[in-house]
């Protein structure tokens, strides 16, 4: 079974158009996540989610539009693709406690702007 | 801001034990974590350490020290396998992880 599940999971598109990206968790987490891993590897979070509420924005242009329609789902939505947006996106969820929430990803989405 | 630094590279040999380290300076720690990513794989998740001191997880043991902004990854035993990216993550708020670039360790024969 998938604990964290990606689609699609390469997405090659031109510049200008919009497209999304749909994240879907099995494991019952209350928190999702969407990460941006650029060409150096360097993993940055982009947005975080608890019970469909945005937690966390980080610098992020606003062409980017993620949407939680319930606790299991967390799609991103990108408008204007531009050539920085080629990237690996990564979804991750997370069961938030006292002690540690473990993210746990999923298998990552390359994304190649052309 | 958050600076988290690890060393970019490192090789060793089949066998053999390997360090790798970590020093942070962020607002807020609520924990220090380390993943294992493959090429062209998802992170997965390694060891958690909150307090001072030693986590061990058979070949894989983690040391944290709070006070001095530091933690290293050990690998024992080193397998060919174990040729990948080790990414230090510290959790600065219940839902915030913020990684290092990563330590892309090569294993050689």
């Known amino acids: 079974d998938t604990a964290v599940s990606q689609t699609p999971k390469y997405l090659v598109t031109q510049m200008g158009n919009d497209k999304s990206i749909k994240c879907e968790q099995n494991?019952?987490?209350?928190?999702m996540y969407w990460y941006k891993q650029d060409s150096k590897k360097f993993l940055k979070i982009m947005f975080s989610?608890?019970?469909?509420?945005?937690?966390i924005n980080e610098t992020v242009p606003n062409r980017f539009s993620p949407k939680s329609p319930d606790k299991a789902h967390l799609n991103l939505h990108i408008n204007s693709l531009e050539l920085g947006d080629s990237a690996v996106y990564f979804c991750?969820?997370?069961?938030?406690?006292?002690?540690?929430?473990?993210?746990?990803f999923g298998p990552g989405t390359r994304l190649t702007v052309l | 801001g958050q600076n988290i630094d690890q060393p970019t590279e490192m090789t060793a040999t089949e066998g053999a034990i390997v360090q790798i380290n970590c020093t942070y300076q962020?607002?807020?720690?609520?924990?220090l974590f380390w993943y294992q990513q493959h090429a062209g794989e998802a992170p997965t998740f390694l060891s958690y350490?909150?307090?001072?001191g030693l986590e061990e997880k058979g070949r894989f043991s983690s040391f944290l020290s709070r006070s001095k902004g530091y933690s290293y990854l050990l690998l024992k035993e080193l397998q060919m396998k174990d040729s990948a990216s080790y990414l230090c993550?510290?959790?600065?708020?219940?839902?915030?992880?913020?990684f290092g670039t990563g330590t892309r360790l090569t294993v050689i024969p």
């Open positions: 989610y608890n019970n469909k509420e945005l937690i």
């Open positions: 350490n909150v307090l001072d």
């Open positions: 494991l019952g987490h209350d928190t």
């Open positions: 962020t607002s807020g720690f609520n924990g």
């Open positions: 991750a969820s997370s069961q938030v406690r006292l002690a540690t929430d473990t993210q746990y």
């Open positions: 993550a510290v959790q600065t708020g219940a839902n915030n992880l913020f």
